[in-house]
């Protein structure tokens, strides 16, 4: 028997695609899930399967501590700003002050773990170099990765201050079925000839399939050596753009892309940065041409986690739902 059986678990982002799988998978472990339902009517697949559905907003401060109080244990804190999803006003409301007061109520109501699903965004501009989690962070004007920054230390403050016992995770490209940004929208830009090969592809990408991840954050939430650790979650590598790029292309099949040598890419980013205030455009060049690789090696020996599902089989899957789902047509 899991020993999250029984448990009472708060999640938030319960109806995305992560927290989805995750409200799932800790059903199924026997926990008694409370999926966080932002928008009437999104949790409905997951009431169905007997899931909890607590209806709250993240930034309703009043309403997010009152639902601390309902006896929570645990809390995985999935729930994010991301581009395009609003302003950079909107990031520092969700991603920041949202989440330090959740971590907040999560102390007072004496939680037994506090996950929260960070990003390699984290790391900012390495280029080359390889990185691990003892890298120094530091704001990169990026308001994706530099809030996600501020909210890694506010809940360490807390946890400093408190003794709540929390664990971070900075996930890669999570990948997989019913993923939009990074398989239903690969599919789509390859298709329109769109997928973006800078500096021929050359550059390391950090994938993780969908149930690696729910296996880390699983992990997370009930080892006891997570307590007070950051992990960095992403599949054995390197791997690179082209590699993860071309299996998409590859079921089309097609060889169209838009290639963009990376000195021309960075003279865009250069030209063009101080009009788009939203985004780092030097990090997206920096994501596409650096040769750098992070590690996963952390959560291997403190939690002896290990990634299933290789590139290849992550991929198999990924085709298998797109076509059943009509996305991609049988040839």
Request: aromatic fraction near 10%; include cysteine.
């Amino acid at each position: 028997m899991s020993s999250l059986s029984g448990k009472r678990v708060l999640v938030t982002g319960a109806t995305g695609f992560i927290g989805g799988h995750l409200a799932r998978r800790l059903h199924q472990e026997g926990a008694h899930v409370l999926a966080l339902e932002r928008t009437p009517g999104k949790g409905e697949a997951l009431k169905e399967l007997g899931i909890e559905i607590v209806p709250g907003d993240i930034t309703d401060h009043p309403r997010m501590s009152e639902i601390m109080e309902q006896d929570v244990q645990i809390v995985m804190h999935i729930a994010a700003w991301v581009l395009g999803r609003g302003s950079a006003k909107d990031a520092e409301a969700i991603n920041v002050t949202a989440t330090r007061h959740l971590a907040q109520s999560a102390a007072a109501a004496g939680v037994e773990r506090f996950v929260y699903t960070s990003s390699i965004a984290v790391y900012g501009l390495f280029g080359d170099t390889d990185v691990d989690e003892s890298m120094p962070l530091k704001p990169f004007g990026d308001p994706y990765g530099d809030t996600k920054i501020q909210a890694e230390a506010a809940i360490r403050e807390i946890g400093q201050k408190t003794g709540l016992p929390y664990t971070i995770i900075r996930p890669g490209v999570t990948y997989g079925p019913q993923a939009y940004d990074w398989t239903v929208r690969m599919i789509e830009w390859a298709k329109a000839g769109k997928i973006p090969l800078i500096g021929g592809g050359k550059g390391t990408f950090y994938p993780i399939y969908i149930t690696d991840l729910i296996d880390l954050l699983v992990l997370c939430a009930e080892h006891p050596r997570a307590a007070g650790q950051i992990f960095n979650g992403l599949s054995d590598g390197p791997i690179t753009r082209a590699e993860f790029y071309g299996k998409y292309m590859k079921m089309i099949p097609t060889e169209r892309a838009k290639r963009i040598p990376c000195w021309v890419a960075k003279a865009l980013a250069a030209l063009l940065s101080p009009f788009f205030t939203s985004y780092n455009l030097h990090f997206l060049v920096d994501q596409n041409c650096g040769r750098g690789w992070i590690s996963n090696q952390k959560a291997k020996d403190y939690l002896g986690w290990e990634p299933q599902v290789s590139l290849d089989e992550g991929m198999e899957r990924c085709e298998e739902w797109l076509r059943s789902e009509g996305i991609l047509s049988y040839q």
